[in-house]
């Protein structure tokens, strides 16, 4: 039967991660100095054989929803609810709102409370600066939104922290393919995913602003609109909607060398090299052959 290991090794090119999947936490060693540590490890606790298998019932575990004049989903609440609910037929969990237009407190009422109700674990709020929620109602009300994990307001004319819960930051609204160091976590879940899935793209869908769905933000295909009669469920079983799901940081190029790969939510799209590999256009902004980051 298999349990969960309480530490898990990844070993890179250079370094080799120690992941402590019970308490979220993880050590970095050159492997040179990790050879030190093996008397004291157990390699076959270590295994990945020792994990149980990734699993969700979710069709789409995370969904990232463009609210825009241009899709309706801004100004419309029927067609909000609609995809609320298409959302909820496939088992969404997470769901990220992206607004990059000027809305008011009255919006923002109206489609957090749309989205109660549903079965979303957590709504991500991403948002262009807008004085007009600069405000205690705006903060109450995010407050007062259980589901509401965290918000945060770019292009903001200052850097300000509320609650852990409302950040307002100077960058500008946007995707970056840069990795921080700091963002790395070491968890059960992820690492699990990490071993045959891109923890990225794997059961991910994205409405674009003009109501387009693709499986990504960093995708160009689209796969139906939400304007026309749409089915996230069968969305989700087409072959061509999954062809970067199962693509694992162990099929790329560099990555695969990578003592991160097990903790790396990578937004560059993977290129096909052939049946069994990949490899990515853009280079990753650290260097498992160095060990060394440029930002």
Same mark, same amino acid.
């Given at each position: 039967? !298999?349990?969960?290991?309480?530490?898990?090794?990844?070993?890179?090119?250079?370094?080799?991660?120690?992941?402590?999947?019970?308490?979220?936490?993880?050590?970095?060693?050159?492997?040179?100095h990790?050879?030190d540590?093996?008397?004291?490890?157990?390699?076959?606790?270590?295994?990945?054989? !020792?994990?149980?298998?990734?699993?969700?019932?979710?069709?789409?575990?995370?969904?990232?929803?463009? /609210?825009?004049?241009?899709?309706?989903?801004?100004?419309?609440?029927?067609?909000?609810?609609?995809?609320?609910?298409?959302?909820?037929?496939? #088992?969404?969990?997470? /769901?990220?709102?992206?607004?990059?237009?000027?809305?008011?407190?009255?919006?923002?009422?109206?489609?957090?409370?749309?989205?109660?109700?549903?079965?979303?674990?957590?709504?991500?709020?991403?948002?262009?600066?807008?004085?007009?929620?600069?405000?205690?109602?705006?903060?109450?009300?995010?407050?007062?939104?259980p589901?509401?994990?965290?918000?945060?307001?770019?292009?903001?004319?200052?850097?300000? !922290?509320?609650?852990?819960?409302?950040?307002?930051?100077?960058?500008?609204?946007?995707?970056?393919?840069?990795?921080?160091?700091?963002?790395?976590?070491?968890?059960?879940? /992820?690492?699990?995913?990490?071993?045959?899935?891109?923890?990225?793209?794997?059961?991910?869908?994205y409405?674009?602003?003009?109501?387009?769905?693709?499986n990504?933000?960093?995708?160009?295909?689209?796969?139906?609109? #939400?304007?026309?009669?749409?089915?996230?469920?069968?969305?989700?079983?087409?072959?061509?909607?999954?062809?970067?799901?199962?693509v694992?940081?162990?099929?790329?190029?560099?990555?695969?060398?990578?003592?991160?790969?097990?903790?790396?939510?990578?937004?560059?799209?993977?290129?096909?090299?052939?049946?069994?590999?990949?490899?990515?256009?853009?280079?990753?902004?650290?260097?498992?052959?160095?060990?060394?980051?440029?930002?």
């Open positions: 039967m !298999n349990t969960f290991p309480s530490k898990a090794l990844v070993y890179g090119h250079r370094h080799t991660i120690v992941h402590n999947l019970v308490e979220g936490t993880y050590e970095r060693l050159e492997n040179e990790f050879s540590l093996m008397p004291t490890v157990n390699p076959k606790q270590l295994s990945d054989e !020792n994990l149980a298998p990734w699993e969700t019932p979710s069709y789409i575990d995370n969904s990232i929803i463009e /609210l825009s004049r241009a899709n309706q989903l801004l100004t419309k609440d029927q067609k909000l609810n609609e995809l609320f609910e298409a959302l909820q037929s496939v #088992i969404c969990k997470n /769901l990220v709102l992206v607004i990059r237009e000027p809305v008011t407190l009255t919006d923002m009422k109206r489609i957090l409370e749309s989205s109660e109700g549903y079965c979303f674990s957590s709504i991500t709020l991403l948002m262009t600066y807008d004085e007009s929620l600069y405000c205690n109602e705006f903060s109450q009300l995010v407050l007062d939104t589901s509401v994990f965290t918000c945060v307001f770019y292009e903001s004319p200052f850097n300000k !922290n509320f609650a852990d819960l409302i950040y307002f930051v100077d960058n500008e609204l946007g995707f970056t393919k840069l990795k921080k160091p700091f963002e790395f976590v070491a968890n059960i879940p /992820l690492y699990q995913e990490a071993i045959h899935f891109n923890p990225y793209f794997n059961k991910k869908l409405i674009d602003e003009q109501g387009y769905i693709r990504a933000p960093e995708t160009s295909k689209h796969f139906g609109s #939400i304007h026309a009669d749409y089915d996230l469920k069968e969305v989700s079983q087409q072959t061509s909607f999954q062809q970067l799901w199962t694992s940081k162990e099929q790329c190029d560099v990555c695969k060398d990578c003592e991160y790969r097990r903790m790396c939510v990578d937004n560059r799209v993977p290129k096909r090299r052939d049946e069994r590999h990949w490899y990515f256009e853009d280079p990753c902004n650290y260097d498992p052959y160095t060990g060394e980051w440029q930002q």
